[in-house]
């Protein structure tokens, strides 16, 4: 007893193929044929109009032939219609040699002079030559006494341009059909041989599909889209698929929200979608290496690349803006804490210095004591926020000239320095100082006369930064480089990897539609300048009659011009 079939083989064997080679190879097969038989059938339809067009302008050219010979127009106003009369032997002679089934000559009554069947000639003609007897040429599919035929009507005149009768000329339209019959053999062998080659290349095409799908079915194919499609916009890390042409094919949420681009992004250039920079050298391979810091916008970004075989990449992106925040956090809490332990060391001097002058009675000596190092202290304030308006600018930098002090680093405001309290994006301006003084106090520590001098002033709504310091400088074969994400001359510290300060606050300037330059300070260091056009907002009626309102921008007339005061940079030193 044979065994029992699998279940659902017989349905698999005479239904529709799982597999995408059969199914890609039927649905090609039928639409090679269906093609082919629409072209026969869009072939034939406009041939059979060809040919009718044909036969009626053939037809018109008899008749305007037979028309312009002379013997015609005379025989017809001198003679009667008779079959053996002049003008039906020229028109008979004529049909002959041309082939036309019929050569009528009309005079202006429509009585024919001429015709193949030698009993209608005398006859009014079957069908209306009002048009030709009203001097119009005519071309037509039209049915007569000796049935359908192609015909052309032209008019006679005479020496005096009066129009005397008419010549019909018909072309036997059995004819006509039995040429587009006969074309049909020939067109459907044509067409034959292209639905041969086509399901041949259908065949081809099919088996390349297999080898590339792994023989997969439509389902299977389905179901990893599917959970690819899940994975990727799932996932916490952003993911960017290059072709071997370097044009983005995918990216999921993730990328889009950390690049800042949307889905139009895919099918374009690199270089087109992102622009210039590291992070377009980075994704597209000209920088290698692992975990690339790369800046875009305000996001700091951890890249890592894999080839693929097809000389594509994918690329996968994470956010490490939070991270580095944390960490630089971290540095200038450090750096607090140390100051905070160097001045606790001075405090403590301070007060056992007071405790021995009450002590030994000396109270005049003690109170000048005190006065003196509040004074000093109050005497930085006020200065930061008579030339700062800003709060938050000039609670950072009384902050800053604290830390530097401790550091053994004088931070000095520049003379022409003049800031009013109208900037726009306190915050952003606050990062690009922070990073700049920061960076310049690493490098003014341990110089000899170690100090920093910041410069803010205001030309309209533009603010120009400046920042200068005494330390060894920046050598002007990489005035360039140190704007780019990753360099740096200092050592790796704990929590992650440096070289982005420089990068930061040129990304910030730039987006505000400004710049960030580098040159030599006179008498050594650097001299770091920062440009933010539209930095102030538009002055209030106030600052209009405010006696500081007008000082923040050009130097008076007659006065010496304001100085330049670069902003000083730090981090990627």
Do not use: C
């Amino acid at each position: 007893m044979n065994a029992p079939p699998p279940p659902g083989r017989g349905l698999r064997r005479f239904g529709w193929p799982r597999r995408v080679f059969s199914q890609v190879l039927l649905m090609q097969l039928a639409i090679i044929t269906g093609v082919t038989i629409l072209v026969t059938g869009l072939f034939l339809a406009p041939l059979s109009d060809q040919l009718d067009d044909q036969a009626m302008r053939r037809a018109l050219a008899i008749a305007q032939s037979t028309a312009a010979q002379p013997d015609i127009v005379e025989d017809l106003s001198s003679t009667d219609p008779s079959h053996r009369g002049p003008v039906q032997s020229a028109a008979e002679r004529i049909r002959r040699a041309t082939g036309a089934e019929y050569v009528v000559v009309m005079n202006g009554r429509g009585v024919r002079w001429s015709h193949p069947s030698a009993d209608r000639i005398g006859a009014v003609v079957s069908t209306d030559p009002g048009e030709a007897l009203r001097g119009r040429e005519v071309m037509e599919i039209d049915s007569g006494t000796l049935g359908r035929s192609a015909r052309g009507k032209v008019p006679l005149v005479n020496d005096s341009g009066e129009v005397i009768g008419a010549v019909s000329v018909g072309i036997e339209y059995d004819s006509v059909r039995a040429r587009l019959l006969g074309a049909i053999p020939g067109l459907l062998a044509y067409a034959g041989g292209a639905l041969a080659v086509g399901a041949l290349a259908a065949y081809l095409i099919s088996r390349r599909l297999q080898r590339q799908t792994h023989d997969l079915a439509f389902s299977d194919i389905s179901a990893l889209l599917t959970e690819r499609e899940a994975m990727l916009h799932g996932i916490r890390e952003g993911v960017v698929a290059l072709d071997g042409a370097g044009r983005v094919r995918l990216l999921n949420d993730e990328a889009q929200r950390l690049l800042g681009v949307g889905p139009e992004a895919a099918g374009r250039p690199l270089e087109e979608v992102l622009g210039a920079g590291r992070t377009t050298d980075v994704l597209s391979g000209r920088v290698v290496g692992d975990d690339l810091l790369a800046v875009r916008g305000s996001r700091v970004l951890l890249a890592n690349r894999m080839p693929t075989d097809d000389g594509g990449a994918v690329v996968t992106l994470r956010d490490r803006t939070e991270l580095e925040h944390l960490g630089r956090e971290l540095d200038s809490t450090t750096g607090l804490i140390d100051a905070l332990r160097a001045q606790d060391h001075e405090h403590a001097n301070r007060l056992h210095t007071l405790l021995g002058l009450l002590e030994l009675e000396m109270h005049e000596d003690a109170m000048e004591f005190v006065t003196e190092v509040v004074g000093v202290h109050r005497a930085t304030a006020e200065q930061v926020t008579e030339k700062v308006q800003d709060p938050l600018l000039a609670a950072l930098l009384v902050g800053k000239a604290t830390v530097a002090a401790e550091r053994g680093v004088a931070l000095r405001l520049a003379p022409d320095t003049l800031l009013p309290d109208r900037v726009v994006d306190p915050r952003g301006l606050v990062t690009v100082v922070g990073n700049l003084v920061d960076n310049a106090t690493d490098a003014a520590a341990g110089s000899d006369g170690a100090r920093i001098e910041v410069g803010l002033r205001a030309e309209g709504r533009t603010v120009i930064l400046g920042v200068r310091d005494s330390g060894p400088g920046v050598p002007p074969d990489q005035h360039a480089s140190i704007f780019t994400e990753g360099w740096s001359t200092k050592d790796v510290p704990a929590h992650g990897k440096r070289g982005l300060g420089l990068a930061l606050v040129r990304r910030l300037a730039e987006r505000q539609g400004g710049g960030v330059t580098v040159s030599d300070a006179d008498g050594g260091g650097a001299v770091f300048t920062v440009v933010l056009p539209d930095a102030l907002a538009e002055p209030g009626p106030l600052d209009a009659t405010d006696p500081a309102a007008g000082l923040g921008g050009a130097a008076a007339p007659g006065g010496p011009p304001p100085a330049t005061h670069p902003a000083a940079a730090g981090e990627q030193r």
